[in-house]
């Protein structure tokens, strides 16, 4: 008797699950792969041009469509800092503090590497 309930309540999980799989709409390509370069050029290219915080490339990268939260952004920031495209200073005012992410000497190397390429590919990409 057992057995056959765990059946049933199996067979009605399935069938409930089937039904929300066709009740969903169909998911919309995932970009995130290729928009992961472009956000990671767009903080050294930032970095490069003066010391940035966080919070404010939250803000930036949001001008520009790009829906990011602190649980993304600043483990991308840490990422970049250890591969030593960017360096970090601790400031504080009173109680506060905060970091701020610089390019580094190979953190603009690599960003003017990626600029030539990223021409070259935009050329052949709208031709």
Known sequence: MRG????????????RMRQEALR??????DHREFVSGFIR?????HAAQEP?????????????????????????????QKKG??????KR???RSWREYSATKEGKKVLNAAKRQLRELFHELIE
């Open 41 to 45: 050029l767009h903080i050294l290219h």
């Open 52 to 80: 940035l915080v966080g919070f404010w490339m939250i803000e930036e990268l949001r001008r520009h469509g790009y829906e990011m939260s602190p649980g993304t952004i600043y483990p991308l920031l840490h990422n970049l």
């Open 4 to 15: 056959s309930v765990l059946s049933e309540d199996h067979e009605r999980r399935i069938a």
């Open 24 to 29: 969903r709409k169909p998911k919309e390509p």
């Open 85 to 90: 495209y960017l360096s970090v200073e601790v």
């Open 93 to 95: 005012e009173g109680r």
